[in-house]
Each structure stands twice: as structure tokens, then as C-alpha cells.
């Protein structure tokens, strides 16, 4: 699993005028909770932006004061006028403490319905879990080879391991349909029977 560190610096002054002052420094604001104590810290903007800018599901190795948190983003702040990020919220990864995370769908294979004609849709890209640290990875697999035309893949199908998927079983995530001009197709050959 890809993991990205951040250097950052023990905040010692709080409030919103050191704040202020912090973030037209070029900073970042953040806090990393869910362990043993809350770490208030920031970083420059910089360190942030292979971590927030992506959609693949990554750790964050948080090195402040002499001391290395792993942890998973929780929550992002940007300002409202200029869209600069403001805040980051990261959950501690404790080693016997199941997390819930937005895992991605990596979607393999080509199926069996776009081979006969038809269009995928993608209907979910992530997928809400509980599992512990050791066991997230950096997306949950999805063969798509048996989905025939017409046919749909709902949550329920997909094997997840040790993964618990707190999503409703009956979602769909992917679906191959019938393009127009296969419809077209179909319905001048029925014609043509009669």
C-alpha cells in the first residue's frame, strides 16, 4: 500500500488569530485522533497534495515532534472563496481498532455483455468498510468478466476477505446495458421474423 509522509510541526499556539497567521504562511492546519491523544500540527501546503488530490486510497505517515503516526484521511476543510485547503482531519491507525474507510473499486476483466454489444456503467466508484489496519488495502478487486448484457453486479456479489462492506447489498456498482443500436438491431430482426 502506497504511503505518503508528511513532515510537520507541533502546533503550541491555538485559536483563530494563530491560525490566520499559520495558514498565510502557506500552511495547512491539522489534527490526528483516534489513538491514545489528540496531535494538533501543521504542514505546508505542498505535503498534502500527493495525499488529497487522488483517488487512490492511501496511509499518511505523520511525523511531528519526534514522533510517527499512521493514519487515514478523515475529513477536508477548503476555503470557501479561493478553494485552498485549510484543515485535514486524520484518524490514528491503532493496530486492534477497526476503521471505517472509503475504499475504491479496481475494476478487472472485460464483460461478457460489452463483448455482445453493450455499454458499461460504472455506478459506484468507492465503497464504505470497517476492517483493521493490517487488512485495508489499496482498493477492493471487482471481476467484471461474467457480467452479461443486461445483467448487474450489486455489492453482495463481491468478496471482500476480512473487509466488512457497510453498504446495502442491493447497491449496484456496475451494469452493462443495451446500447440503442443493439435495440435497434434486435427489434428489425423481430420484424423480420414475421
Same mark, same amino acid.
Given at each position: 500500500?502506497?504511503?505518503?509522509?508528511?513532515?510537520?510541526?507541533? $502546533?503550541?499556539?491555538?485559536?483563530?488569530?494563530? *491560525?490566520?497567521?499559520?495558514?498565510?504562511? !502557506?500552511?495547512?492546519?491539522?489534527?490526528?485522533?483516534?489513538? %491514545?491523544?489528540?496531535?494538533?500540527?501543521?504542514?505546508?501546503?505542498? *505535503?498534502? $497534495?500527493?495525499?488529497?488530490?487522488?483517488?487512490?486510497?492511501?496511509?499518511?505517515?505523520? =511525523?511531528?515532534?519526534?514522533?510517527?503516526?499512521?493514519?487515514?484521511? =478523515?475529513?477536508?476543510?477548503?476555503?470557501?472563496?479561493?478553494? $485552498?485547503?485549510?484543515?485535514?482531519?486524520?484518524?490514528?491507525?491503532?493496530?486492534?481498532? =477497526?476503521?471505517? *474507510?472509503?475504499?475504491?473499486?479496481?475494476?478487472?476483466?472485460?464483460?461478457?455483455?460489452?463483448?455482445?454489444?453493450? /455499454?458499461?456503467?460504472?455506478?459506484? %466508484?468507492?465503497?464504505?468498510?470497517?476492517?483493521?489496519?493490517?487488512?485495508?488495502?489499496?482498493?477492493?478487486?471487482?471481476?467484471?468478466?461474467?457480467?452479461?448484457?443486461?445483467?448487474?453486479? /450489486?455489492?453482495?456479489?463481491?468478496?471482500?476477505?476480512?473487509?466488512?462492506?457497510?453498504?446495502? !447489498? $442491493?447497491?449496484?456498482?456496475?451494469?452493462?446495458?443495451?446500447?440503442?443500436?443493439? /435495440?435497434?438491431?434486435?427489434?428489425? *430482426?423481430?420484424?423480420?421474423?414475421?
Amino acid at each position: 500500500m502506497n504511503t505518503v509522509v508528511i513532515e510537520g510541526q507541533l $502546533r503550541t499556539d491555538s485559536g483563530k488569530k494563530a *491560525a490566520r497567521d499559520l495558514r498565510s504562511q !502557506g500552511n495547512v492546519l491539522g489534527v490526528i485522533y483516534g489513538g %491514545k491523544e489528540e496531535v494538533h500540527f501543521y504542514a505546508p501546503v505542498l *505535503a498534502f $497534495r500527493s495525499l488529497v488530490y487522488t483517488s487512490a486510497f492511501q496511509i499518511a505517515e505523520i =511525523k511531528v515532534d519526534g514522533k510517527s503516526y499512521k493514519a487515514i484521511v =478523515k475529513d477536508l476543510q477548503f476555503d470557501v472563496v479561493t478553494d $485552498r485547503l485549510n484543515h485535514i482531519d486524520f484518524l490514528e491507525l491503532v493496530e486492534d481498532k =477497526k476503521v471505517i *474507510a472509503n475504499l475504491p473499486f479496481i475494476f478487472e476483466g472485460q464483460p461478457a455483455g460489452v463483448k455482445a454489444g453493450g /455499454r458499461l456503467q460504472l455506478r459506484l %466508484k468507492k465503497v464504505k468498510v470497517r476492517a483493521f489496519p493490517k487488512d485495508l488495502t489499496e482498493g477492493i478487486k471487482v471481476d467484471l468478466t461474467n457480467l452479461e448484457l443486461n445483467g448487474n453486479l /450489486r455489492v453482495e456479489d463481491i468478496a471482500a476477505g476480512n473487509i466488512e462492506i457497510m453498504m446495502s !447489498g $442491493r447497491q449496484p456498482v456496475a451494469s452493462v446495458v443495451m446500447t440503442r443500436a443493439l /435495440r435497434q438491431a434486435e427489434t428489425e *430482426a423481430a420484424k423480420g421474423k414475421k
